[in-house]
């Protein structure tokens, strides 16, 4: 494996230290991405972690560590582990689009904000959408469907927000976006990749047909200030 390729083995860090450096809260050797953004942070080693972590716990109570397990004080607790299946893309994805699909811009961001929010609540900021371009598909006026572009590398991209409204799924219009993004990042001379829950089956079959790559297993740890955590 080329040491380009192993920085998606920490793709938080790397971002933060890459092409997304202006969004980063740093502390010695972790960084975070400022949690208007993302709720998202990593480490390149074991020193000072627990210290960082507590610091990023002043400006929002509830977040992520992401890769290997971090190390925390008794003030902070694990609220969840997600592990997730990182995949990538090779080359392009050649498929019709069928749909109209249009660069979301700052007219669409309550939009999309709403729509991600309902579908997979939690993830997406009030800011998440100034990370990269997102691409949306309306119907009578409504957004129904989207994907995007969140974390960014010098040679990678992460897709992200692959959403479509519970009324309008089953209809192709993941797989287009999907399409129309990844193309995207292509045409910028970066790789795509994505996270997608091990439990979310249907997904992971969706980026298989499309012609993603398992590349590993990757730990999302939710972390949580301990009087944040609900009995």
């Known amino acids: 494996m080329s040491i380009i390729n192993n920085k998606l083995d920490n793709p938080v860090w790397f971002s933060l230290a890459e092409t997304h450096r202006e969004f980063a809260i740093e502390h010695k050797n972790i960084k975070f991405y400022h949690p208007d953004f993302c709720p998202f942070g990593a480490f390149s080693d074991n020193e000072f972690i627990a210290e960082a972590i507590d610091k990023y716990s002043e400006l929002v ?3 992520y560590s992401v890769g290997e ?10 609220k969840k582990e997600l592990i997730c ?4 893309l090779e080359k392009p994805i050649l498929i019709e689009i069928k749909e109209e ?8 961001v309550q939009d999309l904000f709403n729509l991600v929010n309902f579908v997979q609540p939690g993830y997406f900021k009030s800011k998440t959408s100034e990370l990269g371009s997102y691409y949306g598909i309306y ?3 409504r957004l129904i469907a989207v994907t995007g572009e969140r974390m960014k590398m010098n040679s990678y991209t992460e897709v992200s927000a692959v959403v479509t409204h519970p009324e309008y799924t089953g209809k192709g219009f993941a797989r ?3 399409a129309h993004t990844t193309n995207k990042i292509f045409a910028q001379n970066k790789i795509p990749y994505l996270h997608v829950a091990e439990s979310n ?3 992971i079959k969706l980026y ?7 590349r590993r297993k990757i730990s999302f740890w939710n972390l949580i200030k301990e009087k944040s955590i609900k009995l």
């Open 176 to 178: 287009q976006l999907i």
């Open 85 to 88: 299946n990182q995949m990538i």
């Open 208 to 214: 298989e047909k499309l012609g993603l790559n398992r």
């Open 101 to 108: 699909i249009i660069t979301l811009n700052n007219e669409h």
């Open 69 to 78: 397990k971090p190390i925390f004080n008794s003030l902070i607790k694990i």
């Open 61 to 63: 109570e509830d977040f």
């Open 201 to 203: 089956v249907g997904a």
């Open 139 to 141: 119907k009578n006026g």
